[in-house]
């Protein structure tokens, strides 16, 4: 371990950290990872075990591999060690059903307290469950750890422990920064590329499909025009809005730059598939049902909004295009889907404005395949 590491260690109490799982998945530094700050067990019946026997000031938990025994394992480590707090160590395609853990209530409690989007340093996993422990918060809202490492150049400085408030500020925005879109507060294209490139693997290991919805605002040139950047500002964050309140919670939304966004629909490994969902999704093989359900309902929405701040003359003649690209279909990497959405997009533009395209394909189609 570093020497820059030391301060965090000497506040844990003596109680040592639990990690449970692949800790290779989940830290940088695994290999340095000292034994005299914490306990590892690979295994789910070891941890369980060791929670037994021993108190910890904390349990991480690596998601990958837990698939649905997860929620069970939790539960378990909470009954053993009720007083450790449970931080979930999740890659980003995971961060949907690290959601779900710590906002799910059993007992009278969460399953966690916290998660982080690895791969993070452990000295950084050290300080956030300092700050838990500390009662600035009681639910950090799952940082994105490796993106705190690049603000700070690769987390050469993420390592002591966070004790002043505008400290923590500082770095809870820098956090954001790396992720989030600071103007609608949706994911950014960094974000959107790699968790799109994690899904895609996933769905290639076990027969799901994705599909890319990339669309723009037609005309916000000229929303600036008449009412200025601040009421086209306005217009981006509305749509955010309402983009958010059309898709599913697992659905991801981004702004991937200016008056463009992007939504990736993707299968829940956990959902299973009745007899009839397979039947009609076999009947639309080319493109996932909901996907197409929930583009058009996103255009129908923003043609309806009442853009306040456009005043009288601008509300309702909001519209957007865009092109929609499936896995494996259309595209097996996230390069390729994102090249042919935008096809899609381009067709859409010169056809009129105003409507969704698929590869190569009117929305109109769409209706006859889908309605």
């Given at each position: 371990?570093?020497?820059?590491?030391?301060?965090?260690?000497?506040?844990?109490?003596?109680?040592?950290i639990l990690l449970?799982?692949?800790?290779?998945?989940?830290?940088?530094?695994?290999g340095?990872?000292s034994?005299?700050?914490?306990?590892?067990q690979?295994?789910?019946a070891?941890?369980i075990d060791?929670?037994?026997?021993?108190?910890?000031?904390?349990?991480?938990v690596?998601?990958?591999?837990?698939?649905?025994?997860l929620?069970?394992?939790?539960?378990?480590?909470?009954?053993?060690n009720?007083d450790?707090?449970?931080?979930?160590?999740?890659?980003?395609?995971?961060e949907?059903a690290?959601?779900?853990?710590?906002?799910?209530?059993?007992?009278?409690?969460?399953?966690?307290?916290?998660?982080?989007?690895?791969?993070v340093?452990?000295?950084?996993l050290?300080?956030r469950?300092?700050?838990?422990?500390?009662?600035?918060?009681?639910?950090?809202?799952?940082?994105?750890?490796?993106?705190?490492?690049?603000?700070?150049?690769?987390?050469?400085?993420a390592?002591?422990?966070?004790?002043?408030?505008?400290?923590?500020?500082?770095?809870?925005?820098?956090?954001?920064l790396?992720?989030?879109d600071?103007?609608?507060?949706?994911?950014?294209?960094?974000?959107?590329?790699?968790f799109?490139?994690?899904?895609?693997?996933?769905?290639?290991?076990g027969?799901?499909?994705v599909?890319?919805l990339?669309?723009?605002?037609?005309?916000?040139?000229?929303?600036?025009?008449v009412?200025?950047?601040l009421?086209?500002?306005?217009?981006?964050?509305q749509?955010?809005?309402?983009?958010?309140r059309?898709?599913?919670?697992?659905?991801?939304v981004?702004?991937i730059?200016?008056?463009?966004?992007?939504?990736?629909?993707?299968?829940?490994?956990?959902?299973?598939?009745t007899?009839?969902?397979?039947?009609?999704?076999?009947?639309?093989a080319?493109?996932?049902?909901?996907?197409?359900?929930?583009?058009?309902?996103?255009r129908?929405?923003?043609?309806?909004?009442?853009l306040?701040?456009?005043?009288?003359?601008?509300r309702?003649?909001?519209?957007?295009?865009?092109g929609?690209?499936?896995?494996p279909?259309?595209?097996?990497?996230?390069?390729?889907?994102?090249?042919?959405?935008?096809?899609?997009?381009?067709?859409a533009?010169?056809?009129?404005k105003?409507r969704?395209?698929?590869?190569g394909?009117p929305?109109?189609?769409i209706?006859?395949?889908?309605?």
């Amino acid at each position: 371990m570093k020497t820059s590491d030391t301060p965090a260690f000497s506040d844990m109490d003596g109680r040592k950290i639990l990690l449970t799982g692949d800790i290779d998945r989940a830290f940088w530094d695994a290999g340095s990872i000292s034994e005299s700050s914490c306990q590892i067990q690979s295994s789910i019946a070891d941890a369980i075990d060791a929670a037994a026997k021993n108190s910890f000031r904390a349990i991480a938990v690596v998601m990958s591999g837990m698939s649905n025994r997860l929620g069970s394992f939790l539960k378990a480590l909470k009954k053993t060690n009720p007083d450790a707090r449970i931080i979930l160590l999740a890659q980003m395609h995971e961060e949907p059903a690290a959601i779900r853990m710590v906002g799910t209530a059993s007992g009278g409690q969460n399953l966690a307290d916290d998660y982080l989007i690895c791969p993070v340093r452990f000295s950084y996993l050290v300080s956030r469950i300092l700050r838990l422990h500390s009662g600035q918060v009681s639910y950090l809202g799952g940082d994105t750890g490796s993106a705190s490492q690049d603000a700070f150049g690769q987390g050469e400085t993420a390592v002591s422990v966070v004790v002043d408030d505008k400290q923590a500020e500082r770095i809870r925005q820098l956090e954001k920064l790396a992720t989030e879109d600071d103007l609608t507060s949706l994911k950014n294209r960094r974000y959107i590329w790699e968790f799109s490139r994690q899904i895609i693997e996933q769905a290639k290991k076990g027969n799901g499909r994705v599909t890319l919805l990339v669309f723009d605002i037609d005309d916000l040139k000229h929303y600036n025009d008449v009412y200025g950047h601040l009421a086209g500002d306005e217009v981006l964050r509305q749509v955010a809005v309402l983009m958010r309140r059309c898709c599913r919670s697992h659905d991801v939304v981004a702004r991937i730059g200016g008056d463009e966004f992007a939504v990736v629909f993707w299968d829940v490994p956990q959902q299973k598939t009745t007899a009839t969902e397979a039947e009609r999704r076999s009947a639309l093989a080319d493109h996932p049902r909901e996907a197409i359900f929930i583009a058009k309902r996103i255009r129908r929405e923003l043609e309806r909004a009442e853009l306040n701040s456009l005043g009288p003359e601008g509300r309702g003649v909001l519209t957007i295009s865009g092109g929609l690209a499936s896995f494996p279909q259309d595209g097996l990497t996230i390069q390729q889907l994102f090249a042919q959405a935008d096809k899609a997009l381009l067709e859409a533009k010169r056809s009129g404005k105003n409507r969704i395209y698929l590869v190569g394909r009117p929305e109109d189609d769409i209706i006859n395949m889908g309605d």
